[in-house]
C-alpha cells in the first residue's frame, strides 16, 4: 500500500518557512503492516492445536489432514489479506489552514493500483487528537483500478506543530480471522494556528476604523474619481462605454488611488506564572486581530520579542503572522520588545491580561490618516 | 443471484456436505438420516414458519429440552459409543441453529458446527468420500467464510446501506466465484503438503482408528461340505497386494495364492485343525517377525498388504512367508503354518511381508518315498482319514496305480479332478451318498472346497499326506495402481502335498480360472482407475506414517540429488555445444549479429517502460501526446460525420451530444465519450487503463451501431 499525503496549501500558500519547511517533499512509500488474531482467529488457533493433540495421541491421518486444512487456510488468508492490501494508494489533501479547536476537513482518496484484483472490506481509520471518537470509513469494495474517497474531519485541540495521528487501514479479510492493520512510517508533520475567532464590532478596537484612505489623485484604486478621454495604453476594461456613446470619443474611468493604513501588533510576552489557557487565548485574540485588520485591507506587522514579520497584506502574509503566532512559546522570563517605531498605529497587547483589550499607542501617520 | 440468497445456498450446501461426512461413517440408520436431511431442508423456509407459528421461540425450547432428555438416555442406553452421541447432539445442534438463525454468530455457529461434523467423521471413517467431502467443503467453506465475513463486516459497519451495498458489489459474480475456487484449490494442495509434511510420531497414545464394519465374508476358518445353495459372487475388495519396486512385472509371477490357514484333520464332512496350539512369532532385532528361515538360494518376494476387516485374525501371505512387518501386537502361527493374529482386527491392516515362494526342482520331487520317509508327525497328522467309501479308496487306488513317485500320483490325481469335474458356485445335492461321493461319482460338479478335500482325501488313501489350505486366489490385478484387488469371490482352497526332500509343495486340482473369466468377467477400466484411487487414498492418506514419511524424505532427496547432477551435466554439455555454435556463428556472421545486437538495444532503449507510463517508453509517449490524449474522441467525431452526423463548428461537445438524444443508440456511447473527453481535455487527467479500455468498447459500439 501506498501512502501519500498532499495539501492544497501547497500551491496557494507560499512554504512555511519553519524547520519542516528544510524537509525532503514526502514521496510515497510503502506501509508496514502489523498482523494479529482477532477473536475468532484466536478461537481458530486454538481449535488447530487440540486438534492436531487429537491427531498426535490417536495417529488418526484424517485428523491430520483436518489440522492441515486448517494451517492451510490460515496461509491463505494471511496471502489474501496481504494480496487485499497490496497496491493501495492513499492520497490525503489537507486543508490549508488548521486552527486550534476548529474542526479540520481533510479529503482522503484511496485508490487500488491492482491491474485485476479488487480489494475488499477495507476499514480507514485516524485518530482525533481531540481525544474524541476516530474518525473511521468502511469500503466495502474497491475495484481493480478504481477509487473511493472519504471525507473527515478532525479537531487539534492546541496551536503549534504537530503531528497528524496517522491514517491506518484495516482488514480482516478473507476470513476474518486475523486483523491486517497498516501503519505510517513517518508521521505527517502540520502547523496549527492559534483559534481565529469571528470578532463582533464591540471587540474590534477602535483604532482598526476605518481602514481605506483615499487619496486625490489617480490611481488603481476601486472608487472613480474622473471620467476623461481614451489614451492609449489605458486599460480598455476602464473604458466607459455609455460616456463615450454620448460624447462619441472613447472615454475611460479614471480611479482614484488607495493607500492601506497599516497596524503593528506588538505583542509582549506574558509574565511569569500566567495560566497557560489566558496566553493562549490572547494568542488567539491577536490572531483574530491580524486576521479581522488583514481582511478589510490594512498592513499588519506582528512584532514579539522573537522578531517582526514585516509589515504586509493578503492572506499570505497572514500565513506568516499566524505561523509566527503558533510556533510562539512562552518565555520563562519576559523578554523586551526590540522594535523601532514605525509609521502607522500600533496596538499593544499582553498575553498576561485578563482582557485582551488593546491599549492603542497612535503614532503619527506618514500619510493623511484620518485618524491620526 | 442476490447476495442473500447465494450465501444461504452456501450454508445449506456446506451443512449437506458434512451432513454427508457423517453419512459416510455408517452410525446413523436410515431413519436418523432421512429425519435429518427432512429437517435441514425444512429449515430452508424457517422465516416463513416461524412469522406463521405462534410461540416459535417457546415450541423450540421445548423441542431442546425433549432433546436434552434423549441425548440422557442415548448417552447411558442407547447409543453403541460415546462418539455417536457427539454426532446426535452436533446434528440436533444444527437443525436448531438452522432454524434459529438470526444473528452473526448464529451463522458463525453453523460453521463451526459443520467442522465439528468434519471431525467427528474422520474418527469414524476411512472412506475415498471423505476427500471428496473435504474438497467441497473447502471450496463451500472459502466461499461462505469470505461471504459472511463481508455481511458481518458491511452490516456492522454500515447498517442502513450494508443490503444496497451487498446488492450492489456484484459480489456474487462469476469471477468472484471462480477467484474463490481457485483460492479453494490453492488451499487444497497447501493441505496436501502439510499433511505430508506434518511431522508424525511413531507410537500413538490413544490409538483411535476407524471402525470398519465386519463383513460377512466368503472366507472361512472351517472348510465344510454338505452345505448347499448358491455362493455369492461378491465383488467386495479384501485385500490390496503392491509388490516391491524391485518385482518387475508383479502380474506375471505364475500360481499366486494368498495362504491363510492349513487343516489337517477331515471328520468325513468338515475340514479342521486339530492342534489348536498357536506358537507366538519372535520378534527380529529390527521389529520384524520373523516366521521362517529363508532358505538358501532361493528368491525373496517382498509385498505390502492392505487387509479390511473380514471378521478373522488370519493374515494371508505368499507360500512361505519368511518375515512379516507391520503395526501388530503380537503373531501367532498354528500347527498348520496359518498366521494369526490374537483377535480379529476392527481396522483396516497394513503389514508388510517378504516370501519365498515354493522353490523346487522336478528331480527332488521325482524320487521314489517309501512310507518311512516321512516323519512320524507328518504321518500321523497328514494321514488321518474317516470312515471313507470304498468307490474313493478305489478310485483312489485306480489313479495310483503304476506310479512310481508320489509326485506323479499328485499330478495324476489333480488332472483327474480338473478334467474330469466341472467347476461350480451352485452346490446341490444329487444324492444320499455323503457329500465327497456325491461330488466324485453323481454330480461331478462342485466348488474348490470339493475339488481340494477330494484330492487330500484321495492322496491320504494311498499314504501320501496331505492337508487342504484356505486362502484368497491371487487376485485382480489393477494395471493403474499396479496392485492385485483381491475380493470376496477370490477365495479359495487347494492343496499342499508333503514330501520328504522338498516339503510342502501346492497343487491346485479346481479348474477355476475358465470358470471365473466366463462367470465375472473383468473390472472396468473405470472401476480400476477408481479402485487405484481408494488404494492411493488408503495408502498414502489413511495409512501414511512416519515410515513412510522417512522414504519419502529420503526419496525426494534422491530425486533432487538425481536432478541437480542430471541439470549439472546437461548444462555442462549444453554450454560446450552453444559455446561452440556461438563460435562457429561469430565466425560467419559476426556482422550481421553485431548489427542486430545494436538494433535490438536501440528498440530496447526506446520501447523501455516509462516510469508512471502504462506501455511503450518515452519514444511512445511521445507519438501518443502529439496523437492527443483526446484522439477517441476526434475518432468519434469522425465516426459521427461518416453517419450524417457532423459536429457544428459552434457547438460546444456537450451540446453536440445532446443533439443525439433522437438515437438513443449512439446518444448513450456519445454522451458516456463527452463526459470522459470533458475529464480529459479540461481537467487536466489521463484515461486509465480501464477507461481507455471503456473508450474503445464505446467507440465499437458506436461504429457497429445501426445507420
Given at each position: 500500500m501506498i501512502f501519500r499525503a498532499s495539501s492544497r496549501s501547497r500551491s496557494s500558500a507560499p512554504p512555511p518557512r519553519s524547520a519542516s519547511a528544510q524537509e525532503p517533499p514526502r514521496t510515497d512509500y510503502w506501509l508496514p503492516r502489523t498482523i494479529r488474531p482477532t477473536r475468532e482467529g484466536w478461537w481458530f488457533i486454538g481449535a488447530s492445536f487440540a486438534v492436531g493433540l487429537a491427531a498426535t495421541n490417536t495417529g488418526n491421518n484424517l485428523l491430520y489432514l483436518l489440522l492441515a486444512m486448517m494451517l492451510a487456510c490460515m496461509a491463505v488468508s494471511g496471502v489474501l489479506s496481504e494480496q487485499n492490501m497490496r497496491h493501495l494508494c492513499l492520497e490525503r489533501q489537507r486543508p490549508r489552514r488548521l486552527f486550534a479547536g476548529a474542526p479540520a476537513s481533510f479529503a482522503v482518496r484511496l485508490t487500488n493500483r491492482k491491474r485485476r484484483l479488487p480489494s475488499f472490506a477495507l476499514h480507514l481509520s485516524e485518530e482525533d487528537p481531540s481525544g474524541g471518537p476516530p474518525a473511521g470509513h468502511y469500503v466495502l469494495k474497491v475495484p481493480p483500478a478504481g477509487r473511493e474517497g472519504w471525507q473527515y474531519s478532525l479537531t487539534f485541540p492546541h496551536r503549534g506543530r504537530q503531528y497528524l495521528p496517522g491514517l491506518r487501514i484495516l482488514t480482516r479479510f478473507p476470513f476474518g480471522l486475523f486483523a491486517k492493520v497498516s501503519r505510517p512510517i513517518r508521521p505527517d508533520p502540520v502547523l496549527v494556528y492559534p483559534a481565529l475567532r469571528r470578532l463582533s464590532p464591540g471587540q474590534v478596537?477602535?483604532?482598526?476604523?476605518?481602514?481605506w484612505h483615499e487619496r486625490d489623485r489617480p490611481g488603481q484604486g476601486a472608487s472613480l474619481r474622473n471620467l476623461r478621454p481614451y489614451r492609449p495604453g489605458d486599460d480598455p476594461r476602464l473604458l466607459h462605454w455609455k460616456t463615450s456613446a454620448k460624447a462619441g470619443d472613447l472615454m475611460v474611468k479614471e480611479l482614484a488611488e488607495e493607500d492601506r493604513p497599516r497596524l503593528r501588533l506588538l505583542v509582549e510576552d506574558p509574565a511569569p506564572g500566567t495560566p497557560a489557557a489566558l496566553v493562549e487565548t490572547n494568542l488567539s485574540s491577536v490572531a483574530s486581530l491580524a486576521a479581522h485588520a488583514i481582511r478589510r485591507g490594512w498592513q499588519v506587522e506582528l512584532a514579539t520579542a522573537e522578531g517582526a514579520t514585516g509589515f504586509g497584506q493578503g492572506e499570505g502574509h497572514l500565513d506568516r503572522i499566524l505561523e509566527r503566532l503558533a510556533l510562539y512559546e512562552v518565555p520563562d522570563s519576559p523578554r523586551p520588545l526590540g522594535v523601532a517605531a514605525k509609521a502607522g498605529r500600533t496596538l499593544r497587547l499582553r498575553l498576561d491580561a485578563d482582557h485582551p483589550a488593546p491599549a492603542a499607542e497612535r503614532q503619527p501617520c506618514r500619510s493623511r490618516c484620518s485618524s491620526s | 443471484m442476490p447476495f442473500p440468497l447465494f450465501f444461504k445456498l452456501t450454508l445449506y450446501l456446506l451443512a449437506l456436505d458434512a451432513f454427508g461426512a457423517l453419512y459416510l461413517t455408517g452410525i446413523l440408520d436410515w431413519p436418523g438420516l432421512a429425519g435429518v436431511l427432512l429437517a435441514i431442508v425444512v429449515s430452508w423456509w424457517a422465516d416463513a414458519i416461524r412469522v406463521r407459528t405462534p410461540n416459535y421461540r417457546r415450541l423450540w425450547d421445548a423441542i431442546a429440552a425433549v432433546f436434552v432428555v434423549y441425548i440422557l438416555l442415548d448417552l447411558l442406553w442407547l447409543a453403541e459409543s460415546f462418539i455417536a452421541v457427539v454426532i446426535h447432539l452436533l446434528l440436533f445442534l444444527q437443525v436448531y441453529k438452522l432454524f434459529n438463525a438470526r444473528s452473526h454468530r448464529d451463522l458463525l455457529d453453523l460453521f463451526l458446527l459443520t467442522f465439528l461434523q468434519l471431525i467427528a467423521a474422520a474418527t469414524l471413517t476411512v472412506s475415498l468420500g471423505f476427500l471428496l467431502v473435504l474438497s467441497v467443503y473447502m471450496i463451500l467453506g472459502t466461499w461462505g467464510l469470505i461471504l459472511l465475513h463481508l455481511k458481518r463486516e458491511t452490516e456492522l459497519a454500515l447498517p442502513e446501506r450494508s443490503r444496497e451495498l451487498l446488492a450492489g458489489s456484484d459480489l456474487v459474480a462469476p469471477g468472484f466465484l471462480f477467484s474463490t475456487v481457485g483460492v479453494a484449490v490453492a488451499s487444497l494442495l497447501l493441505t496436501l503438503v502439510i499433511f505430508f509434511v506434518i511431522p508424525r510420531i511413531g507410537r500413538t497414545f490413544l490409538p483411535l482408528q476407524a471402525r470398519i464394519g465386519t463383513m460377512t465374508t466368503g472366507f472361512t476358518d472351517r472348510v465344510e461340505l454338505g452345505a448347499y445353495g448358491t455362493i455369492q459372487n461378491d465383488p467386495t475388495i479384501v485385500m490390496r497386494v503392491t509388490f516391491s519396486e524391485a518385482v518387475a512385472n508383479p502380474e506375471r509371477i505364475p500360481g499366486l495364492r494368498w495362504r491363510g490357514i492349513a487343516f489337517d484333520t477331515f471328520d468325513g464332512r468338515a475340514w479342521s485343525l486339530r492342534d489348536p496350539v498357536r506358537r507366538p512369532v519372535r520378534r527380529g532385532r529390527d521389529g520384524d517377525f520373523v516366521v521362517a528361515r529363508p532358505r538358501w538360494g532361493a528368491p525373496f518376494l517382498a509385498y505390502e498388504v492392505f487387509l479390511e476387516p473380514m471378521g478373522t485374525e488370519v493374515l494371508f501371505g505368499l507360500p512361505r512367508v519368511v518375515s512379516v512387518q507391520g503395526r501388530l501386537a503380537a503373531l501367532e502361527e498354528d500347527a498348520g503354518g496359518g498366521l494369526l493374529l490374537r483377535a480379529p482386527p476392527s481396522s483396516r491392516l497394513r503389514y508388510a511381508a517378504v516370501s519365498q515362494p515354493e522353490g523346487f526342482r522336478e528331480a527332488d520331487l521325482g524320487r521314489p518315498v517309501r512310507a518311512a520317509d516321512y516323519p512320524p508327525a507328518i504321518r500321523q497328522a497328514y494321514l488321518q482319514l474317516p470312515e471313507v467309501s470304498p468307490r474313493v479308496r478305489a478310485l483312489a487306488r485306480e489313479l495310483a496305480a503304476g506310479a512310481a513317485t508320489p509326485s506323479e500320483v499328485a499330478r495324476r490325481v489333480e488332472s483327474y479332478l480338473s478334467g474330469t469335474l466341472r467347476y461350480t458356485l451352485e452346490v446341490r445335492r444329487a444324492?444320499?451318498?455323503?457329500p465327497l461321493e456325491d461330488f466324485l461319482f453323481v454330480r461331478k460338479a462342485g466348488n474348490c472346497e470339493y475339488f481340494a478335500a477330494s484330492m487330500a482325501v484321495l492322496l491320504r488313501a494311498v499314504g501320501i499326506p496331505a492337508r487342504v489350505v484356505n486362502g484368497f486366489q491371487r487376485g485382480e490385478w489393477n494395471e493403474v495402481g499396479r496392485f492385485f484387488a483381491v475380493r470376496q469371490r477370490d477365495a479359495h482352497a487347494w492343496v499342499e502335498v508333503f514330501f520328504p526332500e522338498v516339503g510342502w509343495v501346492t497343487f491346485d486340482p479346481s479348474p477355476r480360472a475358465a470358470f471365473e473369466v466366463q462367470a465375472f468377467g473383468r473390472s472396468s477400466w473405470a472401476g480400476k482407475y477408481f479402485d487405484a484411487l481408494r488404494m492411493r487414498w488408503n495408502r498414502y492418506v489413511i495409512d501414511y506414517n512416519l515410515g513412510d514419511q522417512v522414504v519419502l524424505a529420503t526419496r525426494l532427496r534422491r530425486r533432487s540429488l538425481a536432478v541437480r547432477e542430471g541439470l549439472g551435466r546437461r548444462w555442462a554439455l549444453w554450454s560446450f555445444e552453444a559455446s561452440r555454435t556461438l563460435r562457429r556463428l561469430w565466425h560467419q556472421y559476426g556482422t550481421a549479429i553485431g548489427a542486430l545486437m545494436a538494433l535490438l538495444a536501440a528498440g530496447a532503449v526506446l520501447l523501455r517502460k516509462a516510469p508512471g507510463g502504462e506501455l511503450g517508453g518515452a519514444w511512445l509517449t511521445r507519438v501518443r501526446a502529439r496523437q492527443g490524449p483526446v484522439a477517441f474522441y476526434a475518432r468519434m467525431l469522425r465516426l459521427l460525420a461518416r453517419r450524417g452526423r457532423p459536429r457544428p463548428p459552434t457547438a460546444t461537445a456537450r451540446e453536440f451530444a445532446s443533439t443525439l438524444a433522437d438515437r438513443p443508440e449512439l446518444f448513450a456511447p456519445v454522451a458516456e465519450l463527452t463526459a470522459l473527453y470533458e475529464r480529459v481535455r479540461f481537467g487536466g487527467e489521463a484515461l486509465t487503463a480501464a477507461e481507455a479500455r471503456r473508450a474503445t468498447a464505446l467507440l465499437q459500439q458506436l461504429a457497429t451501431a445501426p445507420r
Open positions: 478596537p477602535a483604532a482598526l476604523d476605518p481602514g | 444324492s444320499e451318498a455323503d
